[in-house]
């Protein structure tokens, strides 16, 4: 079984910057893409960014290219979120994914494990 536990959420200003952290427990770190998602306030869960066993594939959600910026270390069993630039429309609970295989997928029905979330609210 995986245990995932995100950190790092916070309420701040727009323009400022994040980085949430995801702790990964309980099996082969390596074996797993790595993902973001998040979910606002009376809206469905949307992809924001992932990341391959290896990095060498990220892909990221339309609406955070350019500012967000997927990374994990594999001794530590971490993935990171970098979010610069935040703005109102990013408030929302973030949760961190894991998925088995080699792929990243964009649909959250696709991913097999699941952190509790960490609160992002950035205010004008």
């Known amino acids: 079984q995986v245990q995932l536990v995100e950190s790092g959420g916070d309420s701040v200003q727009a323009g400022a910057s994040l980085r949430l952290s995801c702790d990964f427990s309980g099996r082969s770190f390596i074996s797993f893409s790595m993902g973001w998602f998040r979910r606002a306030p009376g809206k469905g869960r949307e992809f924001v960014a992932g990341?391959?066993?290896?990095?060498?594939?990220?892909l990221y959600g339309d609406a955070v290219k350019g500012r967000f910026f997927i990374s994990r270390d594999n001794n530590k069993k971490m993935a990171h979120l970098q979010m610069n630039n935040l703005r109102a429309d990013d408030t929302a609970t973030y949760y961190c994914a894991a998925l088995m295989g080699t792929v990243v997928v964009t649909g959250s029905e696709d991913w097999d494990y699941w952190g509790q979330g960490t609160l992002v609210t950035v205010s004008e």
């Open positions: 990341v391959t066993y290896n990095s060498g594939t990220k």
